[in-house]
Structure formats: C-alpha cells, structure tokens
C-alpha cells in the first residue's frame, strides 16, 4: 500500500483532499442547520411575545364576545399567506386570519386546519395561560407556531399565531449574512483543496526530479567505477612503476589464464643491482611486460646476487622476448633461463613452479 501511495503520489493527495473538502462541507451543512435552528429560536421566542401581548389585551376588557375578540382585536392584526392567526373555542374553529382565506375553516373542528401529526401534536401540547412554540407542517408549509390556551368568561380558547419559515430564512439581512458565510466557506475549501492538489503536483514533480538525479547518480558511478577499475588495472599492469610481490603471482597467473593471452614468456633474472636495473627497465620495456621479486625457497642463494627478478612477457614467445630483454644483460644482469608457454602445454602454474625448480 505504502509503495502504490509512493507510486501515485498526486492521485493519493488529490483523493485525500476532495475527501477533507467532502468532510468540511457535510460539517458545514450541518453547522448552518444548527444556525437556522439557532436563528428560528430566537424568532419563536419574539413571536411568543406577541402572542401574549395579544392575551393581555383580551384580559383587560371582561365581557367580550367571540365575534368582539375577531373584530377588534384580531382583526386588526396584519396577517398574510406567510403569516397569520388562528383562534379556536373548545375544538371549533371561529377564525383563521388569511388574505386569500379569510374565515374558511370557520365553524369546522380545529382537525380540519392542524391535519398533520406534526401540528396537532403542537395544539394539544398548548398550556393554559403560558404560551409556548414549536415547528409544524401544514399542507407541505413548514411554520413556526406560537400558541396558548386561556379561559374567558367561562369557556376555554385557543389562540395561535403561524409564521412561514421562510420569512425568517429568507429574511434580506439573514438570507445575504448566510450566502456571504457560505460564499467564504466554500471558497475557503476551494482554495485548501487545490492548494494541496498544486502542492502534491509540485512534489511530485520534485520527487521524480530527485529519482532522475538518483538515476543519474547511479550511472555515474558505475561509469566513475569503470573507470576506477580501468585505472586500477592500467596502474598493475604498467611495470614502469610497479614491481610486485611473489605472493601476487598467482592471481596474475589465473587473470592471463582467464583473458586467453598466448604466448607467455617467462625469464628468471639475476640482478645484482637491483635499483639500476629496474630504472633501466622503465625505459627499455613497455607496460606489457609483469616484473616480480623473487622471495622464499625458490629464491636463488647466489650471494653475489642482490635480488631475483621474475619478468612475465605478455603476446610474446622466446625469441621475442629475448630480443626485448638484450639491452638489459649486463655483468650485473644475467639471464637464468627463458621459457614459452602455450596453453596446450598445461597449467600454467605448474609450467612456472617447474621451470622455477629446475633453475634453482
């Protein structure tokens, strides 16, 4: 999971982000619900004042009739298809204020007009003398009711007062402050969710940038180890400035072996100078040829002889080898033997270590 994540890198911020922006938006949704219901509270709670200014109002005159209660009181309430009153005796309706229809429920139960569970539920919650409020539905309208059961001149009414949602919600001030917090919040995750999305797209941009330097990097060094390797052979194969031990003998032995070289020329020197004999060799031999000191039990015993010196000529026979090696004899330098060896001649080792014993 965590190398495809690596691997799609831009797709896996993208999808995070759109997930994040999802998450914010349901938060949001559910956070302006909280307001509306936040906002439709405090209005409820002004219109339960108005209810009540209305009741105190009936309370001061003692002897009124319904129809004095309709004309004077509620009658001269302002009252709209948004907006508007409802007053009840016992269970009959006498007056539901409505400019497209006023008096319509009149005479007819207070079921008839509260038909949904939401809103007849609300009526028979109504307290005596204490006005109270909820949120009802009628006829698919959605309302914010205030309402309150008072007793007069011996019979029981029930006064109501309706307000749509939507002139709460939709109110100027409201419905303007509510787009401005929507327009910032959804701008806001716009923003956050394109900012991660540029983001993840510029570090991907980076990482595959950092994997072609890596690439690159690589190459080089296998080419700079190529090179080193190349260098390292050059520098043991250039016997102007090399002369090696017996114990590297055999891994030149095995490499000579390995590349095929044919033929190979062994001479057995004794030097009794060593120092003038191998800076003469700088000059008269070529970095083909492998020079080796001799030491141990097949090292010559001559005490007149300073050192033993083992030359390897590489793509060269006897004859050859001879004819390279003729400026180098001197009194000092005297040859042991010269010997070529050819693979069908067999191990080269063993071809070496007998030569070596015969010389001894």
Request: aromatic share 10%.
């Amino acid at each position: 999971m965590k190398e495809w994540v690596k691997k799609h890198y831009f797709a896996s911020t993208a999808a995070l982000a759109c997930l994040v922006g999802l998450v914010l938006v349901l938060m949001f949704w559910r956070f302006m619900v909280q307001y509306e219901e936040g906002v439709l509270e405090v209005c409820a709670e002004g219109q339960d004042a108005y209810v009540q200014l209305v009741l105190d109002q009936i309370y001061i005159r003692d002897n009124r009739t319904d129809a004095s209660i309709i004309e004077e009181i509620l009658g001269s309430l302002d009252a709209s298809t948004n907006k508007y009153w409802t007053f009840s005796k016992e269970e009959t309706m006498l007056f539901v204020k409505d400019v497209s229809e006023t008096n319509k429920y009149k005479g007819f139960t207070t079921a008839t007009y509260y038909i949904s569970e939401s809103a007849t539920e609300f009526l028979q919650n109504l307290r005596l003398n204490s006005v109270t409020h909820g949120r009802i539905t009628i006829e698919d309208r959605r309302y914010v009711a205030s309402g309150v059961i008072f007793e007069y001149n011996g019979s029981e009414y029930r006064l109501c007062l309706l307000s749509n949602e939507e002139v709460f919600l939709d109110n100027n001030a409201f419905l303007g402050g509510r787009i401005n917090i929507s327009l910032c919040y959804a701008l806001a995750v716009v923003l956050m969710v394109v900012g991660a999305m540029l983001f993840a797209h510029r570090i991907g941009k980076l990482r595959a940038e950092i994997l072609e330097k890596e690439g690159m990097m690589v190459e080089l060094n296998a080419s700079i180890a190529k090179l080193n390797e190349k260098l390292l052979v050059k520098a043991t194969y250039d016997m102007r400035r090399t002369l090696f031990q017996e114990s590297m003998l055999p891994v030149f032995l095995d490499r000579i072996t390995q590349k095929n070289v044919c033929p190979v020329s062994f001479v057995l020197l004794n030097c009794a100078n060593e120092k003038i004999f191998l800076e003469q060799a700088q000059v008269m031999l070529d970095r083909s040829v492998l020079r080796f000191r001799l030491t141990g039990d097949q090292a010559y015993t001559d005490t007149a002889v300073s050192g033993q010196i083992l030359l390897i000529f590489l793509n060269c026979d006897r004859k050859q080898a001879f004819a390279h090696l003729r400026p180098l004899i001197t009194i000092s330098v005297t040859v042991r033997t010269i010997e070529e060896w050819k693979p069908e001649q067999g191990d080269i080792h063993k071809f070496l270590e007998n030569m070596r014993d015969k010389n001894q």
